[in-house]
């Protein structure tokens, strides 16, 4: 059975038309103890089949150690978005919900390598982010709000090569919960210090990140 129905799917058409460039979507399974890889599988595959500019791979990550440290890929499902390189994007769980639509914009910002940041923001990540940034945002499905937080900190990875980004689904990764003390969503991590409660505007972001550059 289809994950999108018809509407969804001339839904994701329609949304994806806006594409420039080709897009390769990258993604990491496992057959040990994943429960979501088979539905994340599906569910970008069948996005794959909306637009001929989409490229899709699969990877099992117990037999692709190589190519998943390559990517810095260190849990599964991960999805990994490419235009002419690796922008640092990434999604760790299924992008279902509120998530589905972060996977699409997104898909939007590496074809057209372009994101919604302002002027002043641009400014701000070309002249002051020189060293390493890894942003981590908690996530669930049915949160209205995710999306926001998880869009600024892909934007700031498509905007600097410095930047890494993770999209983390929080229930599909416990561990990982308990060890930032995520106890709603969204909640940004950036370089284990510095911890973003809800999301929050470019400005209060560039605040945060100014603590740590």
């Known amino acids: 059975m289809r994950l999108l129905n018809h509407e969804a799917q001339e839904e994701t058409r329609k949304i994806l038309s806006e594409m420039r460039d080709d897009v390769k979507m990258i993604l990491f399974v496992s057959d040990d103890g994943c429960m979501y890889c088979e539905d994340t599988k599906q569910l970008i595959s069948e996005v794959a089949e909306l637009s001929p500019k989409l490229q899709f791979e699969v990877y099992n990550f117990d037999f692709s150690r190589e ?48 994101t919604d940041l302002s002027p002043k923001t641009l400014d701000f990540i070309r002249n002051h982010i020189k060293q390493p940034i890894h942003i981590q945002v908690f996530v669930t499905p049915t949160c209205p709000y995710c999306p926001r937080a998880v869009l600024l900190a892909h934007s700031f990875a498509l905007e600097s090569e ?14 990982l919960s308990r060890k930032y003390r995520v106890f709603g969503v969204p909640k940004t991590v950036i370089n284990d210090r510095i911890h973003i409660e809800g999301a ?6 560039i605040k945060k990140l100014q603590e740590i550059l």
């Not at 640092?88 to 919900?97: K, L, T, V």
């Not at 929050?200 to 972001?205: G, L, N």
Request: without cysteine.
């Open 67 to 114: 190519k998943a440290e390559y990517y810095q890929v260190d849990k599964v499902p991960a999805l990994i978005l490419e235009n002419k390189r690796d922008y640092g994007i990434r999604f760790y769980g299924i992008p279902s919900g509120y998530e589905f639509g972060t996977l699409l914009q997104d898909l939007i910002y590496v074809s057209n390598l372009k």
């Open 162 to 175: 410095y930047v890494r980004a993770d999209m983390i689904e929080a229930t599909e990764f416990p561990d």
């Open 200 to 205: 929050v505007p470019e400005s209060v972001f």
